[in-house]
């Protein structure tokens, strides 16, 4: 899925469909409400995955974007039975506790990784290729790669294996590539000018040359993830990409829609962030061939990790600074994304409401909001629910025999949770 700003499109000779939208610099808009605009995705939605192109215009912001939307909803699996058992990690300071600490058990293999990102992205194309190179090149913190190494190491020790096979290799390359791809994805879409420190790729090379790498980079990660020859993998995976595009219609079709519940939150949460690795862990046990029911236990794990990560990120944007954040404070909620904290708060007080729904059109009513959802409860109702994501992938790792793979898979949650403690 895709959408871009009219003022900024760079597609070439020729074009882009941009609908009758009439965009200038002195046009006036037609403005269709966010109810209407959720009406045509799910109208879209509805026809067989045909493509719609969809307008809408924000009041405030005076500027228009084109959706093309498809793919249709998955449903959500369910969460593991059972009392959560204790976290089995000693007590540390969050000062302390950091990804490469934990993650050094797979040192190697990150090394290893990061060796063959770029070569396996192949250079038939140099534009696309150095389009590429800039956010490999950017680093990040490689938490999936490193989530399907420790993963397969903790499931080879069950099946016998000595070492990795190739097929872990590999899974681990074809994640962080589709974890890349949707990143260059993201950026046109939020209309970002960094990541990581550096420019963004269509901040250097445009928005049609950011969409085809970032398209690109799907389509090679699907080749060599057909290459795998392992059905079930493939399938895995492929239901990601199309999650993607799924979260980014759910997202895009319930923006400032104060009757979102939270169950849909959660749905589009998994689409965006969990569903990505939830596949990583599951599709490393299966390369490691161990009990189906341990790999279940495994895409549990993913699953319920991505939502605890998705929903702490969520907190952050309304705890942290713009300093903290890298960008302003309650910039989702400014957008029209009702997260977590927006959703318990909005079950309390009707002047959230009131506020949200006028899309914020007086000055100062942001903060305002922002102010509200922490005064009634919101953080600490979402906090919450972070910890009851935690507490069931922690319970998701007791299929695992103890090991420094798994102490790190158990670290990697309580990370998670410290960056609200």
């Not at 058990?105 to 992205?121: K, P, T």
């Not at 599709?283 to 699953?303: C, K, T």
């Not at 922002?370 to 507490?391: H, N, P, R």
Request: proline residues 3%; neutral net charge.
């Amino acid at each position: 899925m895709m959408s871009v700003a009219c003022r900024s499109l760079d597609f070439g000779p020729t074009g882009f469909d941009l609908v009758a939208c009439g965009c200038s610099s002195n046009a006036q808009f037609d403005r269709f409400s966010r109810r209407n605009y959720a009406k045509g995705v799910s109208k879209s939605s509805s026809r067989g995955y045909a493509a719609k192109k969809m307008v809408y215009c924000q009041r405030r912001i005076g500027r228009c974007r084109v959706f093309s939307t498809r793919a249709p909803e998955t449903l959500l699996n369910g969460v593991g039975q059972g009392p959560p058992p204790a976290l089995d990690v000693k007590k540390e300071s969050s000062s302390s506790i950091s990804l490469a600490s934990f993650f050094e058990v797979v040192a190697d293999d990150l090394q290893i990784l990061n060796q063959n990102l770029q070569s396996i992205v192949g250079a038939e194309n140099p534009v696309l290729m150095s389009a590429a190179e800039q956010i490999f090149g950017a680093g990040g913190k490689r938490m999936r790669p490193a989530l399907v190494f420790l993963v397969s190491r903790a499931t080879a020790e069950i099946a016998g294996l000595k070492d990795l096979t190739i097929k872990h290799r590999r899974l681990a390359e074809i994640i962080e590539m589709i974890h890349t791809a949707s990143l260059i994805h993201d950026d046109v879409l939020d209309e970002s000018d960094m990541r990581r420190g550096k420019e963004t790729v269509h901040q250097l090379y445009g928005t049609r040359v950011a969409v085809l790498a970032g398209d690109f980079m799907f389509a090679q990660s699907s080749w060599y993830l057909a290459n795998l020859e392992n059905l079930e993998v493939i399938k895995l995976i492929s239901q990601v990409i199309k999650d993607f595009a799924s979260g980014e219609i759910k997202q895009a079709s319930s923006l400032f829609d104060c009757e979102l519940e939270l169950e849909e939150y959660l749905l589009k949460s998994f689409y965006k962030t969990a569903s990505l690795i939830a596949a990583s862990t599951k599709g490393a046990a299966i390369f490691s061939g161990v009990d189906s029911n341990i790999a279940e236990q495994m895409y549990e794990y993913g699953r319920n990790l991505g939502l605890s990560f998705q929903i702490v990120d969520d907190i952050l944007d309304f705890t942290q600074s713009a300093e903290q954040l890298g960008k302003p404070a309650g910039s989702d909620l400014a957008k029209g994304n009702l997260t977590a904290p927006v959703i318990f708060a909005l079950e309390k007080e009707p002047k959230l409401r009131e506020i949200v729904e006028s899309e914020f059109c007086e000055t100062g009513s942001l903060n305002e909001a922002i102010k509200l959802v922490k005064s009634c409860g919101g953080i600490e109702k979402a906090q919450d629910l972070a910890k009851q994501k935690a507490d069931l992938a922690i319970q998701n790792l007791q299929c695992l025999p103890q090991s420094a793979f798994r102490l790190a898979l158990e670290k990697m949650v309580k990370y998670n949770l410290e960056r609200i403690d």
